[in-house]
């Protein structure tokens, strides 16, 4: 079992940046795919970055926020971070950390086995 805690949100100006973090219970953090998802409301929830640490770091990033957000971890805190940089408003959205193992498809929320309760980001005009 897997407890996911995200924090790191709030209200910024477009351009500004934020860090998200995800801070994980369990064991073997390090063999979990993490990944960031967001939701717009009256929207489907959409990858946004993930993470594979086992056996290798690999990194990856959908195309709307790629150069501009970095996911990264620190796996001595079991946490994954998400730091957000150039923000736009098209960016404001609950934000939500998941993590699973055996994926399939690392964007498809649904193949996802844990979730946090998500944080909202609001960024402004």
């Known amino acids: 079992q897997v407890q996911l805690v995200e924090s790191g949100g709030g209200l910024v100006q477009a351009g500004g940046s934020l860090r998200l973090s995800c801070a994980a219970s369990?064991?073997?953090?390090?063999?979990?795919?993490m990944g960031w998802f967001r939701q717009a409301p009256g929207k489907e929830r959409e990858f946004v970055a993930a993470?594979?640490?086992?056996?290798?770091?690999?990194?990856y990033y959908a195309d709307s926020v790629k150069g501009r957000f970095t996911i990264s971890t620190d796996n001595a805190k079991n946490t994954v971070y998400l730091q957000m940089n150039s923000l736009k408003p098209e960016d404001t959205a609950v934000y939500f950390c998941?993590?699973?193992?055996?994926?399939?498809?690392?964007?498809?929320?649904?193949?996802?086995?844990?979730w946090g309760q998500g944080t909202q980001v609001t960024v402004s005009s």
């Open positions: 998941g993590a699973g193992r055996g994926l399939g498809s690392l964007t498809n929320h649904r193949l996802y086995n844990y």
């Open positions: 369990g064991r073997s953090f390090s063999t979990y795919t």
């Open positions: 993470v594979i640490s086992w056996p290798a770091t690999s990194l």
